[in-house]
């Protein structure tokens, strides 16, 4: 079993940063890949950043050249850098664990951009 915890969302004005973390324990070598995904009011959960075990990333369209996925594995966590931030980058951000057959997510964290 993994277990995931995210910390680091916060309210920030429209051009700031912010940093998320996700911690992930228990069963690690099951995953293949933790990424980063975020949900606004009435959307859909979407992908914004996917780190790998290969060492690869991903960015949705709407946050590349402004965040960053990173990783450190002796911590067994999985960071966001996000810069630049824009009032629509506002949501719940998740972590999610790609296990093969299932995904396990994070309680998620709340990042608000303030125009």
């Known amino acids: 079993q993994v277990k995931l915890v995210e910390s680091g969302g916060g309210l920030v004005q429209a051009g700031g940063s912010l940093r998320l973390s996700c911690a992930a324990s228990?069963?690690?070598?099951?995953?293949?890949?933790i990424n980063w995904y975020r949900q606004a009011p009435g959307n859909k959960r979407e992908l914004v950043a996917a780190?790998?075990?290969?060492?690869?990333?991903n960015y949705g369209d709407s946050v590349k050249g402004r965040f960053t996925i990173s990783r450190d594995n002796a911590k067994n966590t999985v960071y966001l850098q996000m810069n630049s931030l824009k009032p629509e980058d506002t949501g719940v951000y998740y972590c999610?664990?790609?296990?093969?057959?299932?995904?396990?997510w994070g309680q998620g964290t709340q990042v608000t951009v303030s125009s």
């Open positions: 228990g069963s690690i070598f099951d995953i293949n890949a």
């Open positions: 780190s790998l075990s290969s060492g690869h990333t």
């Open positions: 999610g664990a790609d296990l093969g057959i299932t995904v396990a």
